[in-house]
């Protein structure tokens, strides 16, 4: 997809049809391992509501949904890697068996964050669930992922719920963005 306006061209780097196919055995898995027990779904906004969706109704199994919106400081002066909580400051997860919900973990920083502050809840178990991985951009170590879609190369990735400057999250295919520089500055 070519965006002329803006110089920005989008190429599909994982289809609907690739993640469809992904994302119900992902679900099978979690079904399977699951069983007999009740999950919840924590979501991380914006970015893994598309993945959420697909996600839980392919899941055979009592599933509660939960939100949390996370953002990185902007601020300079705060080490790499801090993160700050936008929403909500109480999660209704005592006792529950959690699955963390993300679109993708680049550096590490708000997954292991997000671990964090889940044990805050005392659920009876968390887990990690990412539709993408970019192994290669790691910062943080021991970051375990128990149910991935795909590892993918070091490129800035949009669509199915991921964005750049909040456009493409409605594309249904994962696609690689790249922005024409020289186009843009003339
Ligand atoms: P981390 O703390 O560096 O692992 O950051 C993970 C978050 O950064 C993800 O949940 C995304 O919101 C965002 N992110 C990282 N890489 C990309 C990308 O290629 N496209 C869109 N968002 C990204
Ligand atoms: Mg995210």
Redesign the pocket.
Known sequence: MKNEKRNETVSVLISAEQISARVKALAAGITRDYAGHQVTLVC?LK??VIFLADLAREIKLDVQLEFVKVS?YDDKARSE?D?KLDYPSKLDIKGRHVIIV????????????LQGYMKEFSPASVRLCAL?D?PE?R??QGVEIEYLGFKIPD????GYG???AQRYRNLPYVGV?QIDEDEVSK
């Open positions: 991380t970015g893994a990185s890697g993160i993300e679109d993708i973990v680049d550096m590490g920083y708000t997954a292991r964050w993408l970019k951009r910062k943080v490129k800035f990735v949009v991921m964005d750049y963005l």
